[in-house]
């Protein structure tokens, strides 16, 4: 799972990081400057492209969690036989008196 501030604080630590490494490299403040503005549209699109992501497959787990519960039944017909030995109250039926 991302966290978003976790998420901001690194990419801001990259961009320091990549900053640093692009004017070390070229010794101007404005191609820094554009490079590091280049990189932080990059990494905004990246982290736009993961949440979008994250979102559909939770979206897709949830529709087939709900098709799964719709097709199992409800109600007495819900009861297993099995069910019926571990508990016997429920044979009992509303006019049955023990």
């Not at 191609?31 to 699109?45: E, K, S």
């Not at 982290?47 to 969690?65: H, I, S």
């Not at 409800?74 to 023990?98: C, F, M, Q, T």
Request: with cysteine; proline share 4%.
């Amino acid at each position: 799972m991302m966290y978003g501030p976790r998420a901001l604080v690194s990419m801001a630590a990259v961009l320091v990081v990549f900053a640093g490494a692009t004017y070390f490299r070229t010794a101007s403040s404005f191609t820094t400057l554009w490079q590091t503005a280049l990189c932080a549209v990059i990494l905004q699109l990246g982290y736009f492209a993961c949440v979008v992501f994250l979102v559909r497959r939770e979206q897709v787990d949830r529709q087939k969690n709900l098709g799964d519960a719709a097709s199992q039944p409800r109600g007495p017909e819900a009861v297993r036989g099995d069910d019926l030995h571990a508990n016997p109250a429920s044979k009992l039926h509303i006019g049955d008196r023990s």
